[in-house]
């Protein structure tokens, strides 16, 4: 079993920066992919980034590419997303996932993450 607990968000002006994290708990955690997703409001939750549990594959949505960053840190269990320049469109209720076994590879299905956070409100006003 994996518990995901998610902070970090808040609300900044256009073109701030925040880092999320999440910390993960629970047995060989640091073994399973983890991604980042999101919902905004009215619209389903969507894929944002995602990391293979060797840290040698990262991939983004398009929406995000340049600007967010995945990481991790085997140390401490915790997961990462640094985000720079945020727009309005960023607004949304980010939420950490981790698949459902281990040693599986990065994904970007929601469908592919068994394990997920209870999210963390980023409001990017204009």
């Known amino acids: 079993q994996v518990h995901l607990v998610e902070s970090g968000g808040g609300v900044v002006q256009a073109g701030a920066s925040l880092r999320l994290s999440c910390a993960a708990s629970g047995n060989s955690v640091n073994t399973y992919a983890m991604a980042w997703f999101r919902r905004a409001p009215g619209k389903e939750r969507e894929f944002v980034a995602s990391?293979?549990?060797?840290?040698?594959?990262?991939y983004y949505a398009d929406s995000v590419k340049g600007r967010f960053t995945i990481s991790r840190n085997h140390v401490g269990n915790t997961l990462f997303l640094q985000m720079n320049t945020l727009e309005p469109d960023d607004t949304a209720v980010y939420y950490c996932?981790?698949?459902?076994?281990?040693?599986?590879?990065?994904?970007?299905?929601?469908?592919?993450?068994?394990?997920w956070g209870q999210g963390t409100q980023v409001t990017v006003s204009s």
């Open positions: 990391i293979n549990w060797m840290e040698t594959t990262t």
């Open positions: 996932a981790a698949r459902d076994q281990a040693f599986l590879v990065a994904s970007t299905r929601e469908t592919d993450f068994g394990f």
